[in-house]
């Protein structure tokens, strides 16, 4: 567990005057099998070599069969609105051996959540060794048990793909961290004006991480709520099996506000707003992770995962029926 580092960050008074703060800016530590769960979706092919500012990120999610739990199947999650006007989304895939591949789908493969959430699942099967690719399993996924342990201030980190520097011969997920600031009590509206439950996570959000996974992780070595004023030594750490990371949800909004542009014509006289711009918040809205289990839980996926499954175990059988 990272320790606390304690430095004296600048801020600026609403009247543009510096002031420094003694602030933690101690950051988590991100394993690289957390960068590889990313890829990168594209509208089509050219787009996807040329690095163009379409779509948005994405990530693979792994459900073990009931049977053979060596085995997996296999899916990538995004916002649904970052496949709006795609024929046939383009996932940007990093290579074992280096460089990048290209796996084109049919956007009828995409499932959507019954409800209408911001949510769309492809069901996929790959070769691992091929690919430099991780996945992030449902039993991780926050689910009503885990979400219950959850408090404001919990911290999380979101894995995408910045625009402005995505990387070139390879996919170069970036990290942004930051802390929950409301849980998933609430709703916002949607681009297609569904009423979506949503985290509001302090975490700057920008285009190009629409579609990219959330995580949070719980710190055992601080007293939780309702005891989060007790001394740590009487406390003591967080009875729990794992303190995660979890997978939180979707990044599916990055939340704006409107600024006033104030212009004076005249010295001395009172700047008035002529305009206002957007500008954003801080704030993003991630999809709870448990509306993606909805998805991959429904019928259509666990039948098929149930017949997988027999056809794993029958030619176990008669593999070993044969020796």
């Known amino acids: 567990m990272y320790k606390c580092a304690l430095e004296f960050v600048t801020h600026y008074s609403a009247r543009g005057i510096p002031y420094r703060v003694q602030e933690d800016t101690s950051v988590i530590p991100i394993p690289q099998a957390y960068l590889d769960c990313c890829e990168y979706i594209y509208k089509t092919r050219v787009d996807a070599e040329a690095g163009a500012l379409t779509g948005g990120s994405g990530f693979f999610v792994g459900a073990k069969l009931e049977e053979n739990k060596d085995s997996t199947q296999l899916y990538v999650v995004t916002a649904k609105h970052v496949l709006r006007g795609m024929e046939h989304p383009v996932l940007r895939v990093n290579v074992a051996e280096g460089g990048v591949d290209y796996l084109t789908t049919d956007r009828a493969s995409w499932v959507g959540h019954p409800d209408g959430d911001d949510l769309a699942v492809c069901q996929i099967e790959i070769e691992y060794g091929k690919y430099s690719m991780r996945c992030a399993f449902v039993e991780d996924f926050v689910d009503y048990r885990k979400n219950s342990l959850l408090y404001p201030g919990d911290e999380v980190f979101m894995v995408g793909r910045f625009f402005s520097h995505e990387g070139k011969q390879q996919n170069a997920p970036s990290v942004r961290f930051g802390n929950i600031s409301m849980l998933a009590m609430e709703t916002m509206k ?134």
């Open 190 to 323: 949607t681009f297609e004006d569904y009423d979506q439950r949503t985290f509001l996570v302090e975490q700057r959000s920008l285009p190009g991480y629409s579609g990219s996974p959330v995580f949070v992780f719980l710190d055992p070595s601080q007293p939780r709520p309702p005891m989060w004023m007790v001394a740590i030594n009487r406390a003591g750490k967080i009875n729990l099996e794992t303190t995660g990371p979890w997978l939180l949800g979707v990044d599916w909004v990055h939340i704006q506000n409107y600024e006033e542009v104030l212009e004076s014509t005249a010295p001395k006289k009172i700047a008035v707003p002529l305009r206002y711009v957007k500008v954003n918040t801080g704030m993003a809205g991630v999809i709870p992770a448990w509306r993606i289990a909805d998805i991959i839980n429904s019928e259509e996926f666990v039948m098929y995962r149930r017949k997988e499954d027999q056809r794993i175990s029958e030619q176990k059988r008669t593999t070993s029926y044969q020796s």
